[in-house]
């Protein structure tokens, strides 16, 4: 005890030498304890009775949250204190009362003291009259209980001479007092973009800031998109920002053909930001009004519309020029094509869904006209057979000049050269030249000839009269051609489809891939697509496919099945061309019609398949009777003669002469084939 009684009066000297209080921590503690249930408040916030018992949701009333103040990070919570900043809303009853609310903000651009935010409409006779003025505006609706225009007003810039109209023409005094008024503080809040508008209009430039001034809703704009002219309808515009920095965004109507009725679509072209004017003619897309030959594009616009309007359902045409595919990455790519093209928008919606486009929107009133229904049954039956059994045939809609104006530049179709779904432009499209001499020419008997075009022409004139017992089973025709290479197998089955101007679709094994499930799914598509194309099917050097099975070889086996199964409900015409038809399964032996087996040509064939080929050549011959004597009896097959010819020909031409017996004997002598040699 004497130790801490010494240590306490050291303690309090120090404390007495320094000016400072020594407190005892005991008794603080005790202090505090006794004091804290009197004077410190209590942080459990006391119940309301009527919520101690109350389940959830029960209650039946609201309880208001109030947004708090936000953090260092802009975040807030929500309190159930009402905020004390919180000051009444300026618009009420009272305001309400007024025919406009001009919401106005401060300007810093030095030239006024305020810019109008927005002005919101009170007024029912003026809304009366708005509706009148902006009708079709898009996203414009007068007849709202709450109307409001934000700033900076597009809608009276685009229809500022049709208000005004309607302010001058007002006959009743008080929606002309009120009209007035509007007019007066339109006049003055937009006066620098009307006039700015009216000088670049007579100067035929804009700014970057100014562009949206000049596309009026449901004008026509013109544009190169893809390198070819276009012209759409323009619905609506925005400024944006991408990667590439601020454009204004337009969206643009054209009128397509979506596989049973014209509509409207949607696509978007980006005017990117630029400095300065530039001449309103060398923007991406410009109205058409502006441009100095408007009169000569529409013109020539209008007459691809009609062209397009005629594409519209199924089609066989030629085609030469560039097209549309798509790339690995699903980006367009120009490709040069040639050759023969299918054109069924139905048929490429189906197998390319991904690509497809739609055009499901109403045509407007201007777009179209509508001719009276078919009257005659035949037409009638048609019509209804196209739409489903519908009651009652639909009206004819044909396509106006405004319509065929903003019609698509391309149609989707098949390239049966490329074999492989493209979009094709209208420009490019050709009717076709067709050789109606090609079955004429084809070195065959007469009465074969006569057979073989009696059996084809008969099945796509009457192709749904004889089913099978299940219905839907063999009702196409399968023809077999067999013989050495070079006789005019597949020629035979071109000339046919020439003959017939019908398409020919040409599969081979590449096409189809090797995999079972390859080969199935790719099968049934091109069957599924050349029956309703009334096409003619040419299987060439279907050995793989028909080879007989053996119990060794499982995966042959079942590409055999396949072909056998699909095959079976096959509706349309199959010329299938072999050199082995001793190895063809039995199978489909008892499911080909006509089997045709071609011999090696006789010393008059070759004779004559000379002479087809002279009188093809679009250059001069001198080879006479005598040659073509001597020249048949080299034994060549067809396909040896029209090569030898060909490189004749070249000989000939390197020489600058007619084509003579000695430039085909040097051909004949280098490939060892000369009878004197």
């Not at 009120?178 to 035929?204: C, F, P, Q, R």
């Not at 017939?500 to 040409?506: K, S, T, V």
């Not at 079976?568 to 038809?581: D, K, M, P, Q, S």
């Amino acid at each position: 005890m004497a130790d801490t009684a010494g240590i306490k009066s050291a303690m309090e000297a120090l404390a007495d030498q320094f000016n400072l209080k020594i407190v005892d921590d005991s008794k603080k503690d005790e202090s505090s304890s006794e004091e804290s249930g009197v004077e410190t408040p209590s942080t459990t916030k006391e119940v309301d009775p009527a919520l101690k018992d109350a389940s959830v949701g029960s209650i039946s009333n609201i309880k208001d949250l109030y947004q708090g103040p936000e953090d260092s990070q802009g975040r807030a919570q929500w309190l159930d204190k009402y905020p004390e900043d919180a000051e009444e809303a300026a618009e009420n009853e009272e305001t309400e009362k007024y025919a406009f609310i001009a919401r106005k903000k401060k300007c810093y651009s030095g030239r006024k003291k305020f810019d109008i935010d927005s002005i919101i409409v009170n007024s029912p006779k003026v809304k009366e009259v708005l509706d009148k003025v902006f009708a079709k505006y898009p996203g414009v609706t007068c007849t709202l209980d709450r109307l409001v225009f934000d700033a900076p007003f597009e809608p009276f810039v685009h229809r500022w001479s049709e208000f005004k109209d309607a302010v001058e023409s007002e006959r009743d005094a008080l929606t002309r007092t009120h009209l007035s008024l509007l007019h007066k503080l339109l006049s003055e809040e937009l006066k620098d973009t009307i006039k700015a508008l009216e000088d670049y209009v007579l100067h035929g430039v804009t700014t970057f800031e100014h562009v949206w001034a000049i596309f009026h809703p449901g004008c026509t704009v013109y544009s190169r998109s893809g390198g070819v002219p276009t012209a759409l309808s323009f619905y609506s515009g925005s400024y944006e920002s991408g990667q590439c920095g601020k454009y204004f965004e337009l969206t643009l109507e054209p009128i397509g053909w979506n596989g049973t009725a014209f509509g409207r679509g949607t696509e978007r072209v980006a005017i990117y930001s630029f400095t300065g004017t530039r001449p309103i003619k060398d923007l991406n897309a410009c109205p058409l009004s502006f441009h100095p030959e408007k009169d000569g594009i529409r013109a020539a616009l209008v007459q691809r519309g009609k062209k397009y309007e005629e594409l519209a359902g199924y089609h066989y045409k030629a085609y030469e020029g560039v097209a549309l595919s798509w790339n690995a990455q699903g980006k367009l790519i120009p490709i040069t094509v040639g050759g023969r093209i299918i054109i069924d928008t139905e048929s490429f919606d189906r197998h390319n869904p991904t690509k497809s486009e739609s055009y499901g929107d109403d045509l407007n009133e201007a777009d179209f006209t509508v001719s009276e229904a078919p009257t005659s049954f035949k037409a009638m039956v048609s019509s209804l057979e196209n739409d489903f059994g519908a009651e009652q045939a639909a009206p004819k809609i044909r396509l106006t000049a405004d319509g065929h104006l903003i019609c698509k530049s391309s149609v989707p179709g098949y390239s049966l050269k490329l074999k492989k779904w493209m979009l094709f432009f209208v420009d490019f499209v050709k009717e076709i030249v067709w050789n109606d001499n090609a079955f004429s020419k084809l070195v065959l008997p007469d009465d074969t000839k006569d057979l073989l075009m009696s059996f084809v022409e008969s099945q796509v004139e009457n192709k749904n009269t004889f089913d099978d017992v299940i219905q839907g089973k063999g009702k196409g025709i399968i023809m077999l051609l067999s013989g050495p290479p070079g006789v005019g197998k597949t020629l035979t089955a071109e000339s046919v489809a020439e003959s017939m101007h019908i398409p020919l679709y040409m599969m081979s094994a590449g096409d189809l891939g090797i995999r079972p499930e390859e080969v199935e799914d790719a099968l049934q598509k091109i069957l599924e697509m050349v029956a309703k194309w009334d096409a003619i099917l040419l299987l060439d050097e279907c050995d793989v496919f028909l080879e007989e099975r053996t119990a060794n070889d499982l995966e042959r086996n079942k590409l055999v099945s396949i072909f056998l199964r699909t095959l079976e409900y096959y509706e349309g015409i199959l010329f299938l061309t072999t050199n082995r038809v001793a190895n063809m399964d039995a199978a489909f032996q008892s499911r080909i019609h006509i089997s045709m087996e071609y011999s090696n040509l006789t010393r008059e064939a070759r004779r004559q398949i000379w002479a087809n080929f002279l009188e093809l050549s679009k250059q001069a011959s001198e080879i006479s009777e005598e040659d073509l004597d001597y020249l048949s009896g080299v034994n060549l097959n067809g396909r040896q003669i029209k090569n030898i010819l060909k490189t004749s020909f070249l000989l000939s031409m390197r020489k600058k002469t007619p084509l003579k017996r000695e430039f085909v004997d040097v051909v004949l002598a280098i490939e060892g084939r000369r009878p004197d040699v």
